[in-house]
DNA sequence: CGGCTACTATTTTTT
DNA sequence: ATAGTAGCCG
């Protein structure tokens, strides 16, 4: 291995970083704990194999599930290559399998136009399916009944195979709407995120010289995150390994935080089982955070049963304790968030090297109030997401229904939005004659004097609006820019005008964002590689905008645990430490305490430097108020790396808190005092840490201090100055 | 057919 | 608290 070039490609990777990089053949499986450089080992592996020769850039498939991973890696790998990496299958699962399915439609019963239905115009189609079965619609949410059947996909399960498993009346139902939702997707020419895996492994099951294709053209499959496959992802990368078997993953069981999605964590537990050569590396050497930071780490982890050994360390040092805070309520631990952003930047940190995590998007709120009336730039990651908005939805509708005119949840949606009086009965009727004659539902809606039972104003009313379809269709296949065609089908459908005529903020905001659709289309017209209506849809379709973070604009970004993964900040905050919240109540529920801890995992191992966790006494809860307890998962972190600050403050209410604070360590000689003392012995003071309190002269405020003598420190809302005052100010807690 | 009220559910979600 | 929806009434 003389090459300069290859000996180059390897400078700077540790010795393990480097063999995982440098294993020739078969499969390999890549242990990589959190921050130790696997995207650089992913990429140096994929130009390593180019530049040996061991595959050609169209020989290669390297898969992730985001789209930010994904030209992540190929614009690390053009950087390392030093040429473009066209040609190289560098995709997300989705993508991949949408364009063998796109190649090989036909075989399956599909067009190449086929439709992706995204989770909510799956469940419209699951809500039909079960109406089509007389499910009590009491009984069965569409939701429930959709996670059902996506469940059994993830399985590769199919209807039938479903329905010979079946024990309860339940599963029973769900079968009967399976079968009918199943036949739905193929006779609207549509497939589901689901489908793009489980028609591909069907596919190339069903079709060996298929399958001996793709074999043979990908030499060598590299897979990220391989923890978060799921059974259909798996079979899929066994389908395509083939004999040869040339498999690389990365993957940390640590971070599988999806099970409730279908990730099947055995996937890398047993690879060792499935693929019985299978080399292993163990990536350890973390590069981005303090030992501190992941003691506590692998503390936290070491709580879980199942999990491969592995043990963090780093070079960076010990770094500071971990801070652990408690507050009287959500607002207060909001106002402490603020209060410390704001010291932070003070001390000369940049808001964007600050990040807030939480466990549910709901928690988001009450740190936006504090943020927004403190102007703290800020972003929000997640929630709810553009192309989920509704008028982005119907744009989309009438996009969609344009190229798959068999599309029957796209028309369901557009027929009567606007309103153009087209009614539930009528639209039924159309939909039951299209079901009957067999026939997509445009043909038998643009004939519709034929459909039986329709009254004159609904034909007329269906021969308006088909009238503008088909003129728009005529345009759509004219192949001209997918903005103009965007634009034009807003203006004609009379979609603009009737948000127009609204004439209300929120249809303002609306139109807003449909303009802003329209700058993604004439973006895409610009530079996308393979233009046309077809492929502008299969982009929506696949790509998210989760891309939508930015780095470095000095905004501070708030997001949930599971958007965390993949990211790292020097200073980061997980809020709502209490048992009920994190671990959700749902989750001790459902026995999946262990993906829990993984996600605090992921959440601890996030952070560089500077960590802390907060958590709240009282905290309300779709508008009750609840006493929650700390999360077992602070007690978890060794004494020796927390500094529990106030803790000692908590006996507020008998045993369970004095019990665990005496419990924690602190360098305070209050703290001293109460963890010798009796826990009934609460300070006398009569302010304690995170009160609200409400001052004559200042205001609101939160207590940001206690200090002997009776000084009370309080940051007011009104200026977010820090004042000291005595206790016997004018001041009440609220 | 469309608008209104009443009820309900309310985790996380790369695609 | 709140948003989304189902069912009812004009």
């Known amino acids: 291995m003389s090459d300069p070039r290859i000996e180059g490609l390897l400078d700077g990777l540790n010795p393990a970083q480097r063999e995982a990089v440098t294993w020739g053949d078969g499969p390999l499986l890549i242990l990589a704990g959190a921050g130790s450089g696997k995207t650089r080992v992913l990429t140096h592996r994929i130009a390593w194999l180019i530049q040996t020769e061991r595959a050609r850039r169209d020989e290669l498939l390297a898969i992730t599930f985001t789209n930010k991973a994904a030209s992540e890696m190929r614009s690390r790998a053009e950087m390392l290559l030093g040429h473009s990496a066209r040609g190289m299958w560098v995709m997300t699962f989705h993508s991949a399998c949408t364009r063998m399915l796109r190649a090989e439609a036909t075989r399956l019963g599909y067009t190449r136009q086929f439709t992706i239905y995204d989770q909510a115009d799956a469940r419209r189609l699951v809500k039909h399916s079960l109406d089509a079965v007389d499910a009590d619609p009491k009984r069965f949410s569409p939701a429930a009944v959709h996670s059902q059947i996506s469940d059994a996909k993830n399985r590769l399960r199919n209807a039938a195979e479903y329905r010979s498993m079946v024990g309860s009346y339940f599963e029973q139902t769900v079968a009967d709407a399976y079968e009918v939702y199943e ?9 589901d995120f689901d489908d793009l895996l489980v028609r591909t492994v069907n596919l190339l099951e069903l079709f060996p010289e298929v399958r001996e294709r793709y074999q043979r053209v990908f030499r060598h499959i590299l897979v990220d995150e391989y923890q978060d496959t799921n059974h259909a992802q798996y079979m899929l990368l066994r389908l395509l390994a083939g004999e040869r078997r040339n498999i690389a993953v990365v993957g940390d069981d640590a971070q599988s935080i999806y099970g409730f999605r279908g990730a099947d964590i055995r996937n890398i537990l047993d690879f060792e089982r499935d693929f019985k050569e299978a080399h292993i590396v163990r990536l350890e050497q973390n590069y981005r955070s303090t030992q501190t930071i992941l003691s506590a780490a692998n503390a936290v982890i070491a709580h879980n049963r199942d999990q491969m050994p592995k043990d963090l360390w780093t070079e960076v040092g010990e770094g500071d304790p971990i801070k652990v805070r408690v507050l009287a309520d959500e607002h207060a631990e909001a106002r402490y968030v603020l209060g410390e952003i704001e010291r932070l930047v003070d001390e000369g940190v940049s808001r964007a090297e600050i990040a807030v995590f939480y466990r549910t998007n709901a928690q988001s709120r009450v740190l936006e109030d504090v943020l927004v009336r403190a102007e703290v730039p800020y972003q929000v990651i997640g929630g709810t997401k553009f192309y989920e908005r509704a008028e982005i939805k119907d744009a989309m509708a009438y996009l969609t229904l ?20 087209i009614g539930q009965t009528s639209l039924s009727r159309v939909l039951a004659q299209a079901a009957t004659l067999g026939q997509p539902v445009w043909e038998v809606a643009a004939g519709a004097e034929r459909v039986p039972g329709l009254g004159k104003a609904a034909v007329t009313a269906f021969g308006r609006f088909m009238d503008v379809m088909g003129e728009l269709r005529a345009l759509a296949s004219g192949g001209g820019p997918v903005a103009e065609l965007l634009e034009t089908t807003l203006r004609r459908s009379g979609y603009l005008d009737w948000l127009e005529a609204e004439r209300t903020f929120e249809a303002q905001g609306r139109i807003e964002n449909l303009e802003e659709l329209v700058g993604v289309a004439r973006e895409f017209d610009a530079s996308a590689e393979q233009g046309g209506l077809d492929a502008f849809l299969e982009q929506v379709a696949l790509v998210s905008d989760a891309d939508a973070r930015v780095d470095d604009q000095g905004l501070v970004t708030l997001m949930t645990l599971h958007n965390a993964k993949g990211l790292e900040y020097p200073i980061v905050f997980i809020i709502g430490c209490e048992e009920g919240i994190f671990p959700h109540s749902r989750s001790l529920d459902e026995g999946s305490l262990e993906e829990e801890r993984r996600l605090c995992y992921v959440g601890i191992t996030r952070a560089m430097r500077d960590l802390t966790f907060s958590y709240a006494r009282r905290r309300s809860l779709f508008g009750v108020e ?23 403050v908590a006996p ?9 604070a005496s419990a924690v360590s602190s360098g305070s000689s209050w703290a001293a005092a109460s963890a010798g003392g009796s826990a009934a012995a609460a300070p006398s003071v009569s302010y304690r840490l995170g009160d609200d309190v409400l001052h004559a002269a200042f205001g609101e405020g939160v207590v940001t201090g206690v200090e002997p003598g009776g000084i009370v420190v309080v940051r007011f809302a009104r200026d977010g100055s820090e004042r000291k005052l005595l206790d016997s100010a004018p001041m009440e807690r609220q």
Do not use: C, K
């Open 183 to 191: 036949r739905e997707l193929v006779r609207n020419n549509a497939m």
């Open 402 to 421: 344009l190229a798959n005119p068999q599309d029957q949840v796209s028309f369901t949606r557009i027929a009567n939005s606007p309103r153009r009086g």
């Open 626 to 648: 609840h006493y929650g307890l700390r999360s077992r998962f602070l007690d978890e972190l060794p004494v020796e790396l927390v500094d529990a600050g106030d803790e000692f």
């Open 652 to 660: 507020a209410f008998g045993g369970a808190f004095a019990g665990r």
